[in-house]
T-cell receptor, first 113, second 109 residues
Framework: GAGVSQSPRYKVAKRGQDVALRCDPI?????LFWYQQALGQGPEFLTY????????KSGLPSDRFFAERPEGSVSTLKIQRTQQEDSAVYLC???????????FGNGTRLTVT | SQQGEEDPQALSIQEGENATMNCSYK?????LQWYRQNSGRGLVHLIL?????REKHSGRLRVTLDTSKKSSSLLITASRAADTASYFC?????????FGTGTKLQVIP
């Protein structure tokens, strides 16, 4: 019974590069969330999927951020033309449905230089 | 911006003492959840309380919810050094689950 897996664990990108962060949720989990966590802060909501449908993307900070979950399982968060302010830990979480607790991965720490 | 705030921001206690953390949130909720995060790791779910519940227990954890005040509290009894972590409340709405700012708990052996 694997938990939520995120890769890579660490990513260093030069400013202006594009990055792709992957999330493998727990098998069968319908709901998938992406969060951004700055140092010393709580996770900030980015976007929510129910199966393959992106039902809420109100937390995405700009149009440089794009998330997808084409087959309702693995999800990718893409950040285009990275900026220094994008440096943070990106957390993925899945749950059986929107009423049940979230299971988090260990996150991807993105550093933009 | 965060949905809620935890109070205190930081708490340091001796092993064996109780730790109480408070959370306030802003909008109506279906449930409220508490999570724990060790440094460099993801969050781990501790307990969920539904909006129609007032109190819930799980082992050494006790959670209360006051929807009229939009607040919740988490009590950890007989704390252990291993309880040292950051604790977050999360308010569950229809589609979003939004987190507070966290309380950093240090339990001194």
């Amino acid at each position: 019974g694997a938990g939520v897996s995120q890769s890579p664990r660490y990513k260093v990108a030069k400013r202006g590069q594009d990055v792709a962060l992957r999330c493998d949720p727990i098998s069968g989990h319908v709901s998938l969330f992406w969060y951004q966590q700055a140092l010393g802060q709580g996770p900030e909501f980015l976007t929510y999927f129910q199966n393959e449908a992106q039902l809420d993307k109100s937390g995405l900070p700009s149009d440089r951020f794009f998330a997808e979950r084409p087959e309702g399982s693995v999800s990718t968060l893409k950040i285009q033309r990275t900026q220094q302010e994008d440096s943070a830990v990106y957390l993925c979480a899945s749950s059986e449905n929107r009423e049940t607790p979230l299971h988090f991965g260990n996150g991807t720490r993105l550093t933009v230089t | 911006s965060q949905q809620g705030e935890e109070d205190p921001q930081a708490l340091s206690i001796q092993e064996g003492e109780n730790a109480t953390m408070n959370c306030s949130y802003k909008t109506s909720i279906n449930n409220l959840q508490w999570y724990r995060q060790n440094s460099g790791r993801g969050l781990v779910h501790l307990i969920l309380i539904r909006s129609n519940e007032r109190e819930k227990h799980s082992g050494r954890l006790r959670v209360t919810l006051d929807t009229s005040k939009k607040s919740s509290s988490l009590l950890i009894t007989a704390s252990r050094a291993a309880d040292t972590a950051s604790y977050f409340c999360a308010s569950g709405g229809y589609q979003k689950v939004t987190f507070g700012t966290g309380t950093k708990l240090q339990v001194i052996p």
